[in-house]
């Protein structure tokens, strides 16, 4: 498989190089909001489509920057083309689905500060994607980070049953855990490249 | 500005919350990401610390100045233009001093925006004391987010490499521990740092219930 092919670049976001789990993108909703599965997956599809819109945008947005040749505002063009997305989509879910709208809450707002986000906009930019590979970059890396965040939050249900030592409640089992998960992804290294 | 709070002074205290009683790290679990990723050598952790510690001082500065000026309904995306910006000097002045340094941290100077150590301490102290009094805070955050920084990265780059910035320190028939550097790494061992503090936490505070237990039984 090439490397530049839709194919490879979808699998290589959502399994070798994971962005949670490889990459280190996303970690305070992972740890944050991994408690629970049925917050957990809503959590998952919200991200993934405030990634697909801003890949998207971030797409157009680097395209006028290089032609007025200001690439020094990149940074602060994308954060804001972000926080925008993020306002449009709980807009819309407002308006268009009030339940899942207050399912999410407060998560919603706090997306803009996911550093995935950013990441993946920035690092479409390094790897100069072209539209339709930034488009199913968006969707792998929304997929992997879909594919983390549940899989967490059903080991920490799991987890709720059995019987540990005190000292291992909270963020450390958190944090024990996403290394085994990490661990286990490391597996799947021999699927892609950088 | 009646958010302003009323005590100007600047005490040991307000530097010293960030290093210990409030790491962001350890304690508040804010930034995790750069936490983990950029740790798998002790240099690379030190310069990360550096940078976010001028964003952190710098964007306390200038939110704590500007906070009279800012309207309360755009404050958020005001800080968020301000840390930018910041990031954007700094992200510049790293390429320029060390080529080998920006690769190998890569895209985190720039994640430095989104690292929620820097909004937080923005909305939750800059804005409401005085711009000294600021500047003071976020060093102590930064430094002990530097420490915690350095606690990981040292201990990954020991176990992982057998070096410390950049030294050898075991010799040639030391096995490395290959994982320690590698992803699940940074897990493990963030998560052995807590487990360490949360277990002597727990013996402090049954130390302290079987004192006072004793006194009771004396009384």
Known sequence: ?194 | MSQRKSDPRITWDSFAEGLWKNNPVFVMLLGMCPVLAVTNSAMNALAMGLATTFVLVASGYLVSLLSRFIPRQVRIATYIVIIATFVTIIDYVIQAISLDLYNSLGAFIQLIVVNCIILGRAEAYASKHSPLKSVVNALGMGAGFTFALLCLGSVRELLGAGALFGFDLFGAQFQPWIVMVLPPGGFLVLGAWLLLFDWLKQRREQKQLAISGEQTNAV
Do not use: H, W
Request: with cysteine.
């Open chain 1, 1 to 194: 498989m090439q490397s530049d092919s839709l194919t490879f670049i979808f699998l290589n976001t959502v399994l070798a190089n994971n962005f949670v789990l490889a990459m280190f993108l996303g970690l305070c909703p992972f740890l944050g909001v991994s408690g629970k599965l049925n917050t957990a997956v809503p959590m998952g599809i919200a991200t993934m489509f405030v990634m697909l819109v801003s890949s998207v945008c971030a797409f157009a947005i680097n395209k006028v920057l290089v032609a007025l040749d200001i690439e020094f505002l990149r940074l602060i063009a994308y954060i804001a083309i972000i926080a925008s997305a993020v306002q449009l989509v709980e807009m819309g879910l407002k308006k268009y689905s009030p339940s899942l709208f207050r399912s999410l809450g407060i998560f919603l707002p706090l997306i803009t500060t996911n550093c995935a986000i950013l990441g993946l906009a920035l690092f479409q930019t390094f790897k100069e994607y072209n539209f339709s590979q930034s488009l199913v970059y968006a969707i792998g890396a929304g997929t992997g980070f879909f594919l983390a965040i549940a899989l967490m939050a059903g080991l920490r249900e799991k987890l709720l049953l059995s019987s540990l030592p005190s000292v291992t409640q909270g963020a450390a089992l958190s944090l024990m855990l996403g290394g085994l998960l990490s661990l286990t992804f490391m597996g799947f290294a021999g699927l892609g490249s950088l």
